[in-house]
């Protein structure tokens, strides 16, 4: 897999996209846990819902400085520059 040097355009994207994905995923997944699911989607609040805001941060800390990117970044193939230890 060959990376590139993205576009502005491109890493706009790959973040909303990792937004969006990580908000429904994680978001439906402890909707399920906790029983929050409703006719639209879900509805959390309290705890569960910070939970959620510490999960989707979570995956952007790992994705971005731990795994070499994130979900979207890899589709697109968006090089993410690992801090040097």
């Known amino acids: 897999m060959t990376e590139r040097k993205a576009s502005v355009g491109a890493r706009f994207?790959?973040?909303?996209?990792?937004?969006?994905?990580?908000?429904?995923?994680f978001g439906l997944a402890i909707a399920f846990a906790t029983g929050s699911i409703t006719q639209g989607g879900f509805q959390l609040t309290g705890?569960?819902?910070?939970?959620?805001i510490a999960?989707?941060?979570?995956?952007f800390f790992v994705?971005?400085?731990?795994?070499?990117?994130?979900?979207?970044?890899?589709?697109?193939?968006?090089?993410?520059?690992?801090p040097q230890a």
């Open 13 to 25: 994207l790959a973040t909303t996209l990792d937004l969006l994905t990580a908000f429904i995923g």
């Open 47 to 52: 705890l569960p819902a910070l939970l959620l």
């Open 55 to 59: 999960l989707v941060v979570a995956y």
């Open 63 to 82: 994705g971005r400085r731990l795994a070499g990117g994130t979900l979207w970044d890899r589709i697109f193939r968006i090089a993410r520059p690992q």
